[in-house]
């Protein structure tokens, strides 16, 4: 089957050589130029163009990176056209056949790089791993899953694009900085065809991120680790913090080791991909796992809003001390590193893993002891006052399944109650969540008499003078926080609710102001790991109130 496709490519390729054989040599030739043109001009402003404009952590991520090189190349290959046509308006007539061999052959270049441009614009774009059977560098479990090449095309246009524009990066285009395409982006086909899309399920996982939801930590380097069975010591190390804009559909943060990758800076450079990751398990501990099968990926723990994830590379692809790995790739983002630290990483990661239950301070700052507000704290997945049915939730999106429906984003105004019977088939039973997770409402309604949370600073001078730019936070019995991912503020004529669990609550101001007297209700919706022990509430860093809790449970409307 993947026969078919490189042969649907070949003939794409054929169809725009003989289209510029009967146009003639120098036609083609002008055309040919303002292809080469295009292309570099499209890899010179993609990276900006993606990063400053339109990665902002939404669905489109997934395909801004393909998208936006195939755009670009198409805008800049219309606006030299033009160019060439308004300027050079006349043709050169020479003898036929050497006019339309000359043509033919320069049409197949064109068409090459056409072509291979077209081939790595679609490679970023999230889809199959896998395009009509044809399948080039991907994960192979006959290689402990590492990347490996399955098939090759007969007419391999992507990586000659590649290796063309290369070539260019260190000569006539080089770029006016110290980093060129050849040196601070290798193996961009084979990423393209296919390590871009070896995501999660065969392609259906994120396969971009955005730079405000990762943190890239130092290079680390231990010459007595060894990365996998059978290589040889010396192992690089990278520390990852990823927050929620970061995870798949904002549940979990899924890696594969295809999605992420270590350099160095030669002409040349070698590559190396992750052998062994480092992640969260249930209780709090970490642990080190492998890459070795294909189905094995760094991944967050469930309901976490952060997580940190390290990623060992084998040093063994880079055999030369002097040319050490400088450029890190993770899910289209590209950081160049600064030099590594020497770090005994076993001692290192087994200092980090004592985990100890958090003791909090039950201490008032005003004096005296916080009071417990386990009555506003309750697990449970209700959209109430509000009941709704699956054809009136509006802007927010519902998510179907055998458990029934329920909201998984948005925002939306709704009346309170219901006049109609709503039948459990259409009825809106919550908010989603996996499994692995729980729903926990708490009650932040600034009352007339103070007896509600302190939120708002309305009974202590510290929490007021904490001020409403800093977040509001369950805390755990491990220490762990985790802010609201939504609200439902009860009005006087209706009901607004806000969820979306991939775009937290940062801080109290982004939450609507309350009125002090009490008219208005306001509950905060936070997930958080199943069993997890709520033991409190904190603004900013200062604990405004306990309870103890237990995340189990939770029921829906």
Not at 129 to 140: I, K, Q, S, V
Not at 197 to 205: A, E, I, K, P, Y
Not at 478 to 496: A, F, H, L, S
């Amino acid at each position: 089957m993947s026969e078919v496709f490189t042969i649907i490519v070949f003939a794409f390729i054929l169809l725009i050589a003989y289209w510029w054989a009967n146009q003639g040599l120098f036609s083609a030739l002008m055309h040919c130029i303002c292809v080469i043109i295009s292309g570099g001009l499209a890899f010179a402003f993609w990276e900006p163009v993606v990063i400053g404009y339109l990665l902002k952590g939404s669905s489109f991520d997934n395909y801004s990176w393909g998208i936006a090189l195939g755009l670009l190349f198409f805008l800049f290959l219309v606006i030299t056209r033009l160019a060439s046509d308004i300027l050079v308006p006349f043709d050169i007539q020479l003898p036929s056949l050497p006019n339309t061999i000359g043509g033919g052959v320069v049409g197949f270049i064109a068409g090459v790089l056409t072509i291979g441009m077209a081939l790595i614009s679609c490679g970023f774009i999230q889809g199959p791993t896998e395009l009509m059977g044809f399948l080039g560098w991907a994960r192979g479990a006959d290689s402990q899953g590492a990347p490996k090449q399955f098939n090759q095309m007969f007419l391999p246009s992507a990586n000659w694009t590649e290796n063309f524009y290369r070539q260019l990066s260190l000569g006539s285009m080089s770029p006016s900085g110290k980093y060129s395409m050849a040196t601070h982006f290798p193996r961009l086909a084979d990423t393209a065809l296919s390590l871009h899309r070896d995501t999660f399920r065969g392609g259906d996982g994120r396969a971009t991120i955005a730079p405000q939801d990762v943190s890239v930590g130092n290079l680390i380097f231990d010459p007595d680790f060894i990365a996998k069975d059978g290589a040889a010591k010396g192992t690089y190390a990278i520390e990852l913090n990823i927050t929620t804009g970061g995870y798949d559909n904002g549940e979990q943060f899924i890696l594969s080791c295809a999605q992420t990758r270590l350099a160095n800076t030669e002409t040349n450079p070698k590559v190396s991909y992750p052998a062994q990751f480092r992640q969260p398990i249930d209780g709090g501990a970490e642990k080190n796992f492998t890459f070795e099968d294909i189905g094995n990926y760094a991944t967050s723990f469930p309901g976490s809003q952060e997580v940190k994830i390290v990623l060992f590379f084998p040093s063994e692809n880079f055999p030369d001390p002097a040319k050490p790995p400088s450029v890190f790739f993770i899910k289209g983002l590209r950081y160049v590193l600064n030099p590594a630290e020497t770090t005994d990483l076993a001692k290192k990661f087994s200092d980090e893993s004592t985990v100890e239950i958090v003791e909090q301070d039950k201490s008032n700052p005003d004096g005296g002891f916080l009071r417990d507000i386990s009555d506003f704290i309750i697990v449970n997945n209700s959209i109430r006052p509000v009941q709704l049915n699956v054809n009136i939730v509006g802007t927010m999106d519902v998510a179907k399944s055998d458990e029934g429906n329920f909201l998984s984003g948005g925002t939306g105004v709704y009346k309170k109650g219901s006049q109609n019977a709503i039948t459990r088939s259409q009825r809106i039973s919550g908010f989603y969540h996996s499994v692995e997770t729980e729903v926990v409402l708490v009650d932040a309604t600034r009352k007339a008499d103070g007896t509600g949370i302190d939120m708002w600073g309305d009974r202590s001078k510290t929490f007021k003078e904490l001020g409403t730019d800093v977040p509001i936070e369950l805390v755990d019995s491990m220490g762990k926080t985790t802010k609201p991912c939504g609200y439902i503020w009860e009005r006087q004529n209706d009901v607004q609710i806000f969820f979306q669990p991939s775009k937290l609550i940062m801080k109290v101001s982004e939450l609507p102001r309350q009125p002090s007297s009490g008219e208005h209700k306001l509950k905060l919706v936070f997930i958080v790991p199943v069993n997890s022990n709520i033991t409190g509430i904190k603004l900013g860093k200062t604990l405004i109130g306990t309870c103890n809790i237990q995340a189990k449970g939770g029921s829906k409307d």
